[in-house]
T-cell receptor, first 110, second 111 residues
Framework: GQQVMQIPQYQHVQEGEDFTTYCNSS?????IQWYKQRPGGHPVFLIQ?????EVKKQKRLTFQFGEAKKNSSLHITATQTTDVGTYFC??????????FGKGTKLSVKP | SQTIHQWPATLVQPVGSPLSLECTVE??????LYWYRQAAGRGLQLLFY??????ISSEVPQNLSASRPQDRQFILSSKKLLLSDSGFYLC??????????FGAGTRLSVL
C-alpha cells in the first residue's frame, strides 16, 4: 500500500541548533500535511502544502514541498525547548484517508 | 467552532474485559471520523474510519470493532481485551480537506 517514509526517527539537538525532518513518497502526492505531537499530547495540525515547490513559513518553522511533489521537509531554525515533540508528515491516501509517516521525535537539550 | 471530545483520558483494564471508548464531535455535520492507536514512542496506526452513520472501514483485522450510531459519535469497542491492546487511542475528524483534528486521546493499559 501507499507509504510515506519519514527520517530521521529521532533527533537530539542542543538548544539553538537547527533541526530538519524529511518525508518521502514513491508516488506523487496531491498534498502533504505536517502535525506536531507534544509529549503526552495529541497530534496538532501545523500546515498543509499543495503546490509543487511550495514553501511556507511559520515563525522559525519552514515547510517545503518538492518540485515533483514526492517529498517534503520541515526545518526549524534555532530550536527552543518548546519545540520538543514528535513531528509527523501525512499524505492523502487513495481512499480519502491520511497516510502518516512514523514521525521524527525531537529532543532539545537546554 | 468545532470541538472533539474523547473519554476517558486514562483507563486500566484487566485482560479479557470489554472496552468501550467514545468520541463525539461538536460544531460540524457529517464529518469523517477516525480511530488511531499509538504504541509508546511509535507512529499512528489507523484502526477504523467512517464517512457516515453506520459506515465503518477497518484497516487492521483484530479484536477491536467500531460503530457510528450517530452522525457525530464514534465508538471503539472490544469484547475481550488482550495485553497487546494497550496503547494510546486517538479519535480524529475531518471534512473534505483532510486536515484532521484529534481528540485528547485515551491511554489504555491492559494488565
Amino acid at each position: 500500500g501507499q507509504q510515506v517514509m519519514q527520517i530521521p526517527q529521532y533527533q537530539h539537538v542542543q538548544e539553538g541548533e537547527d533541526f530538519t525532518t524529511y518525508c518521502n513518497s514513491s508516488t506523487t502526492l496531491s498534498n502533504i500535511q505536517w502535525y506536531k505531537q507534544r509529549p503526552g499530547g495529541h497530534p496538532v495540525f501545523l500546515i498543509q502544502l499543495v503546490k509543487s515547490g511550495e514553501v511556507k513559513k511559520q515563525k522559525r518553522l519552514t515547510f517545503q514541498f518538492g518540485e515533483a511533489k514526492k517529498n517534503s521537509s520541515l526545518h526549524i531554525t534555532a530550536t527552543q525547548t518548546t519545540d520538543v515533540g514528535t513531528y509527523f508528515c501525512a499524505a492523502g491516501g487513495s481512499q480519502g484517508n491520511l497516510i502518516f509517516g512514523k514521525g521524527t521525535k525531537l529532543s532539545v537539550k537546554p | 467552532s468545532q470541538t472533539i471530545h474523547q473519554w476517558p483520558a486514562t483507563l486500566v483494564q484487566p485482560v479479557g474485559s470489554p472496552l468501550s471508548l467514545e468520541c463525539t464531535v461538536e460544531g460540524t455535520s457529517n464529518p469523517n471520523l477516525y480511530w488511531y492507536r499509538q504504541a509508546a514512542g511509535r507512529g499512528l496506526q489507523l484502526l477504523f474510519y467512517s464517512v457516515g452513520i453506520g459506515q465503518i472501514s477497518s484497516e487492521v483485522p483484530q479484536n477491536l470493532s467500531a460503530s457510528r450510531p450517530q452522525d457525530r459519535q464514534f465508538i471503539l469497542s472490544s469484547k475481550k481485551l488482550l495485553l497487546s491492546d494497550s496503547g494510546f487511542y486517538l479519535c480524529a475528524w475531518d471534512l473534505a480537506k483532510n486536515i484532521q483534528y484529534f481528540g485528547a486521546g485515551t491511554r489504555l493499559s491492559v494488565l
